[in-house]
């Protein structure tokens, strides 16, 4: 069965630089969320859209912005990268409404 | 705020044995969700179990039961004849009902428990 798709799987940015996440949600899902989980941390909710529009809002910087498209997919981006922003960033997906969601395996985001 | 905690960082079980994790919250609301994840070194989120606070009867997924306790905020998880595919970080996490996204909308995760599974 498809999954939740995360490009890339790795990536690795300098402090200042901007970066962009990529989340393909499983098919005919309309809701997608972003949680970032920093090392030996648990994850964080950043923010969540259904049918492009922000559905809720968690702990993301205002240096992180992140938009929903009209085939569902989500693209999470962030500028002036910090090294503290270093971590595991999960998209998951799910219908809206429904109780489970499914995870993504993650991109991993090095800032050096 | 909703607050989760794990007070177990770490267990270790033989595997074939039956182990249980632990898991409180606090919350003033009536209304959530709970769930049991769990993140093996591949390092993805996969659901093992949820329970409904409106639901009196605990939940089970095979091997994977719940002991939810709503008076007590107490929500454990029990694995029965575990194996060695079972070993991974667990992690519980909060569902307020207000989110109305439902799914994974704004998940309040405890700091997890590293299980190890003794062969």
């Known amino acids: 069965a498809a999954g939740v798709i995360q490009s890339p799987r790795h990536l690795i940015k300098e402090k200042r630089e901007t970066a962009t996440l990529k989340c393909y949600p499983i098919?005919?899902?309309?809701?997608v969320y972003w949680y970032q989980q920093g090392p030996g941390q648990d994850p964080q909710f950043l923010i969540s859209?259904?049918?492009?529009?922000?559905?809720d809002k968690g702990s993301i910087p205002d240096r992180f912005s992140a938009q929903q498209f009209s085939d569902y997919h989500s693209e999470l981006n962030m500028s002036s990268l910090e090294l503290g922003d270093s971590a595991l960033y999960f998209c998951?997906?799910?219908?809206?409404?429904?109780?489970?969601?499914?995870f993504g395996q993650g991109t991993r985001l090095t800032v050096v | 705020a909703q607050t989760v905690t794990q007070s177990q960082p770490e267990m270790s079980v033989q595997e074939a044995e039956t182990v249980t994790l632990s898991c409180t919250y606090d919350?003033?609301?009536?209304?959530?969700?709970l769930f049991w994840y769990k993140q093996p070194p591949s390092r993805q989120m996969i659901l093992v179990i949820r329970?409904?606070?409106?639901?009196?009867q605990n939940a089970t997924e095979n091997r994977f039961s719940v002991n939810f306790q709503k008076a007590a905020k107490s929500f454990s998880l029990k694995i029965s004849d575990s194996q060695l595919g079972d070993a991974a970080m667990y992690f519980c996490?909060?569902?307020?009902?207000?989110?109305?996204?439902?799914?994974?909308?704004?998940?309040?995760f405890g700091k997890g428990t590293h299980l190890i599974i003794q062969p």
């Open positions: 859209f259904y049918e492009k529009m922000q559905s």
């Open positions: 329970q409904e606070a409106y639901k009196q």
């Open positions: 998951a997906s799910s219908l809206w409404g429904f109780t489970e969601a499914f």
């Open positions: 919350t003033s609301e009536s209304d959530y969700y």
């Open positions: 098919p005919r899902h309309d809701t």
């Open positions: 996490a909060y569902r307020s009902a207000r989110y109305s996204g439902g799914g994974a909308d704004g998940l309040t």
